[in-house]
C-alpha cells in the first residue's frame, strides 16, 4: 500500500470514530471512556491540537475541541453530559493512580 493511501484510510477511520463516538454513542460519558479505555472524546481533540502544532498550526484546546465535538463544550455538556456519580469518580481515581507514568 502507498504512504497516501494508509493516510487516506487512518483518516477515514478517525473519522469513523469520531461520528461514532459524537453522533452513533453520545450517551456514552467522557469519564466511562477514561475509566475503560484510558482517554475520551477530549483527549482525541487533544491529539487533534497535537497533531495541528506539529504541522505549525496554531489551535487553541477550546479550538481543538470545537473542531473535534462540532460544537462548543458549553453546548455539548448541556446536551450530552451528565453529573459523574460517586462510582464513576471513584473508578476514575483508581484508574488514574494505575496508569499514572505509563504514557
Not at 477530549?42 to 497535537?50: I, M, T, V
Not at 484546546?61 to 469518580?89: C, L
Request: charged letters at 30%; one cysteine or more.
Amino acid at each position: 500500500m502507498d504512504d497516501q493511501t494508509e493516510i487516506e484510510l487512518q483518516a477515514a477511520a478517525f473519522r469513523r470514530l469520531q461520528k461514532h463516538l459524537m453522533q452513533d454513542r453520545n450517551d456514552v460519558q467522557n469519564i466511562d471512556m477514561m475509566n475503560l479505555t484510558g482517554f475520551c472524546r477530549n483527549c482525541l481533540s487533544r491529539w487533534y491540537q497535537e497533531a495541528a502544532a506539529e504541522r505549525g498550526i496554531e489551535m487553541s484546546k477550546d479550538e481543538a475541541r470545537e473542531h473535534y465535538y462540532g460544537m462548543s463544550m458549553d453546548e455539548w455538556k448541556s446536551r450530552h453530559q451528565t453529573e459523574a456519580t460517586d462510582d464513576q469518580q471513584t473508578a476514575f481515581k483508581k484508574a488514574f493512580a494505575e496508569n499514572v507514568g505509563k504514557g
